[in-house]
Nanobody
């Protein structure tokens, strides 16, 4: 059974930084591209970033390009997302997922940018 557990969310001020982590189990993590998606109440899931399998290509939504960085550690089955220069519009529940459409995702970690 695929399990994804996100952590690292919290409250940050505009311009601040946070680092999200996702620990994966139940599948061969290294073989799969992995993604981050986010959702705010009343809105659809929004794709944020994807990293390919192995030394895979990174891709980002225009709204986060240059501010967020996705990385993976296949030895630890861990996916990370570094969030810098945070904006209020980055406030959302962030999920890691095995696909860019977020169909197979964890419980999420809340990021709130305010101040």
């Amino acid at each position: 059974e695929v399990q994804l557990l996100e952590s690292g969310g919290g409250l940050a001020e505009p311009g601040g930084s946070l680092r999200l982590s996702c620990t994966a189990s139940g599948f061969t993590f290294a073989r799969y591209p992995m993604s981050w998606v986010r959702q705010t109440p009343g809105k659809a899931l929004e794709w944020v970033s994807t990293i390919g399998a192995g030394r895979g290509t990174e891709s980002y939504a225009d709204s986060v390009k240059g501010r967020f960085t996705i990385t993976r550690d296949d030895a630890k089955n861990t996916l990370s997302l570094e969030l810098n220069s945070l904006k209020s519009e980055d406030t959302a529940l962030y999920y890691c997922a095995t696909s860019a459409d977020g169909q197979n995702r964890g419980q999420g970690t809340q990021v709130t940018v305010s101040g």
